[in-house]
């Protein structure tokens, strides 16, 4: 079964510590995303990546970093630096890197609580 | 730059209602739209797409047409069901000045009573 895969599905962090949020894809897509939604703003964008070993910066990058070793994988660390980072993460994956016509495929997302 | 409107929400609504959701879009070119579906504590779905003008997509009893004049594409549903309750967005997708990034709208809660 091809799909994407968040793990794990919540997760809990003392504030000021780092935290890596993992995503894999086996759809050999090219382009992967990483989202953050909140309560009544929608999705956010952080990072995307359009091929291995190379990403760019979303909306809201700062506090956030990323990386594409892997086609298959594109972890999210979320830094002591992220002011708020209390919130729901979406990863997706395209295999259109332009995504003009191909949907986006989501994972089922990480729940994040900071205290 | 690119953006999406949705109506606001939450739309609340008895079964077997008709459901039209507004979106409407902004984009200096010709995008592809869609219309992603978010049940309770899950990542989205694609709920259906259309690529160009006057195409219609459609799925589960879900339809909505590409309006280039209006530039909208309004979801619709005949008769809702309970199990139609989540959060729907719209998202339109374009190559424009380097960013290849789909935008998303807001998203509209739909509350489905019995």
């Known amino acids: 079964d091809g799909g994407i895969t968040q793990s794990p599905k919540y997760l809990f962090r003392k504030e000021g510590q780092n935290v890596t949020l993992s995503c894999e894809q086996n759809?050999?897509?090219?382009?992967m995303y990483w989202y953050r939604q909140d309560p009544g703003q929608g999705l956010r964008l952080i990072y995307y990546?359009?091929?291995?070993?190379?990403?760019q910066k979303g909306d809201i990058a700062e506090g956030y970093s990323v990386s594409r070793e892997k086609k298959e994988s594109f972890p999210l660390t979320v830094t002591s630096a992220q002011k708020n980072p209390t919130a729901f993460y979406l990863c997706a994956s395209s295999p259109d890197p332009l995504a003009l016509t191909y949907e986006q495929y989501f994972g089922p997302g990480t729940r994040l609580t900071v205290t | 730059g690119n953006s999406v409107t949705q109506m606001e929400g939450p739309v609340t609504l008895s079964e077997e209602a008709f459901l039209t959701i507004n979106c409407t879009y902004t984009a200096t070119g010709y995008p592809s739209l869609f219309w992603y579906v978010q049940y309770p504590g899950e990542g989205l779905q694609l709920l259906l797409k259309a690529t160009k003008a006057d195409d219609k997509g459609s799925n589960k009893g879900f339809e909505a047409t590409y309006r280039k004049e209006t530039t909208s594409f309004h979801l619709e549903k005949g008769s809702v069901q309970v199990s139609d309750s989540a959060v729907y967005f719209c998202?339109?997708?374009?190559?424009?000045?380097?960013?290849?990034?789909?935008?998303f709208g807001r998203g509209t809660s739909l509350i489905v009573h019995p």
């Open positions: 759809l050999n897509h090219d382009a």
């Open positions: 998202a339109l997708s374009l190559a424009s000045g380097g960013s290849y990034i789909p935008t």
């Open positions: 990546s359009q091929i291995v070993n190379d990403f």
